[in-house]
T-cell receptor, first 114, second 114 residues
Framework: DQQVKQNSPSLSVQEGRISILNCDYTNSMFDYFLWYKKYPAEGPTFLISISSIKDKNEDGRFTVFLNKSAKHLSLHIVPSQPGDSAVYFC?????????????FGQGTILTVHP | NAGVTQTPKFQVLKTGQSMTLQCAQDMNHNSMYWYRQDPGMGLRLIYYSASEGTTDKGEVPNGYNVSRLNKREFSLRLESAAPSQTSVYFCASNRGGGVGYGYTFGSGTRLTVV
């Protein structure tokens, strides 16, 4: 059972426009959410995170929104740049004794066209 | 600063052969993890080590064993490789006590079992 789902395998946007990547989760115990970015032949790198006590977190061009009632989060990239082209993974964490274990979504391939 | 180093980067095995994937981190992190990435599946946790001297199973542990050799090193062993273990393997570390700063990942080992 996929507890974290990214239903869009790919997304294509024009440079300068907004990119919106979506993620849904089913486990109500998740209380922390993260986004990772992955380039080919590299490991994923941490991008931005949000605690369940917040509904928005910003870091430069990147904003993550959390809707707990809908069990949905999204990553907004504004403005999108060609260098943002990568695979984006959503991940979730349930505190307590999870020992930092993350549950990842399937990933969304973002392509930003010049 | 090397971060998380994985060796080898590529490996081809025949069915039934064994091998050990090596991982070392130089960030004095307490927790370490092994994930596998498969198309359409995202990253799935194989094993993790919350702290030196402890290891535990993740979501997909069958066919694997691990050793937390010391605080720096966490190895993954395939005793009898199967084609279903063809994947990209990522090691990650986390300072522990939650995931507020995300994981640091290695660059991956691409394993093919024929």
């Amino acid at each position: 059972d996929q507890q974290v789902k990214q239903n869009s395998p790919s997304l294509s946007v024009q440079e300068g426009r907004i990119s919106i990547l979506n993620c849904d989760y089913t486990n109500s115990m998740f209380d922390y959410f993260l986004w990772y970015k992955k380039y080919p032949a590299e490991g994923p790198t941490f991008l931005i995170s949000i605690s369940s006590i917040k509904d928005k977190n910003e870091d430069g061009r990147f904003t993550v929104f959390l809707n707990k009632s809908a069990k949905h989060l999204s990553l907004h990239i504004v403005p999108s740049q060609p260098g943002d082209s990568a695979v984006y993974f959503c991940a979730a964490y349930a505190g307590g004794t999870s020992y930092g274990k993350l549950t990842f979504g399937q990933g969304t391939i973002l392509t930003v066209h010049p | 600063n090397a971060g998380v180093t994985q060796t080898p980067k590529f490996q081809v095995l025949k069915t039934g052969q064994s091998m050990t994937l090596q991982c070392a981190q130089d960030m004095n992190h307490n927790s370490m993890y092994w994930y596998r990435q498969d198309p359409g599946m995202g990253l799935r946790l194989i094993y993790y080590s919350a702290s030196e001297g402890t290891t535990d199973k993740g979501e997909v542990p069958n066919g694997y064993n691990v050793s937390r050799l010391n605080k720096r090193e966490f190895s993954l062993r395939l005793e009898s490789a199967a084609p279903s273990q063809t994947s990209v393997y990522f090691c990650a570390s986390n300072r522990g006590g939650g995931v507020g700063y995300g994981y640091t990942f290695g660059s991956g080992t691409r394993l093919t079992v024929v």
